[in-house]
């Protein structure tokens, strides 16, 4: 781990910003790259700018309220400082689709297109960005028992929780579920012509159901209702919203056809 890169003078650069800079920058670049859409190509060089707001501000908010309150509430002067890591990638999530959809709106574009386009960039970034997690020692797992896991260095979260046990690599499986994810969804969009924003809410269900398993093995979140944490709170309500736009998307889909069948054969 290495949660600074280097020092010079009284300034550090911190390799958790250095890693989710580049996230950011992969994850459009892909996503700009697979799209043969050249109008909504432009847009992907514009939402950008208020989806990262969005993230940011919803990433913090769900990491101060959701899982860290109890620390946060008696560190009020850290809760702008988000260069020292806590950033929850599901208020990201959150906050980036709420920064989209109003953007589109004002663009007067088709909000599903878009995110369709950009899901691949989307997974691809949150799996780099998992990396800068590791770096930092944060999104660690529980205790492992055995000698097998990974031993976090002073200075980590991660060992101020638990010390130099063993834990379970949490945020190492759940960047590596999200490379899978990727491959599933660029898979998905090339098989055939789906509904949109089917492949953008099969990215957010395959996400949330990797998610929800490997919190079993996080250390660092509390429980609530059903001993579940926060983070499987919100998988599951992502995948139930999800299934749901699911379903109203794809009645559209053929209602729509239905309609142009009919209009056809009618002339």
């Known amino acids: 781990m290495a949660p600074i890169l280097f020092t010079i003078g009284n300034f550090s650069l911190r390799s958790y910003g250095v890693i989710v800079a580049f996230a950011i920058f992969m994850g459009l ?39 860290e309150w109890d620390y946060y509430s008696q560190n009020l002067a850290e809760i702008p400082k988000i260069w020292h890591g806590g950033l929850a ?17 004002v663009k007067k574009i088709n909000f599903w297109r878009l995110a369709d386009i950009a899901a691949p960039g989307l997974i691809l970034g949150q799996g780099i960005g998992r990396i800068a997690c590791f770096l930092n020692g944060d999104a660690y797992g529980t205790p492992t028992g055995s000698n097998f896991g990974t031993v976090y260095p ?3 979260p991660a060992y101020a929780a638990f010390g130099s046990q063993p834990l379970w690599p949490a945020e190492i499986w759940e960047g590596q579920w999200d490379f899978i994810v990727f491959a599933i969804i660029i898979m998905l969009s090339r098989w055939r012509k789906w509904s949109e924003g089917f492949i953008f809410l099969a990215y957010i269900i395959l996400y949330s159901v990797g998610r929800f398993a490997l919190e079993f093995l996080r250390g660092d979140s509390p429980y609530y209702l059903f001993n579940w944490t926060s983070g499987q709170w919100t998988s599951m309500g992502m995948i139930i919203i999800s299934l749901g736009f699911m379903v109203v998307l794809r009645n559209k889909h053929k209602n729509l056809k239905q309609t142009e069948v009919s209009s056809k054969q009618s002339k």
């Open 29 to 67: 670049t892909v996503a700009y790259l697979l799209t043969s859409d050249k109008e909504y190509r432009e847009h992907l060089l514009d939402v950008p700018i208020y989806g990262i707001i969005g993230a940011i501000i919803g990433a913090r908010t769900w990491q101060v309220f959701f899982y």
């Open 89 to 105: 990638i599901q208020g990201a999530l959150v906050g980036a689709v709420l920064a989209a959809v109003i953007y589109t709106k």
């Open 154 to 156: 002073e200075g980590t």
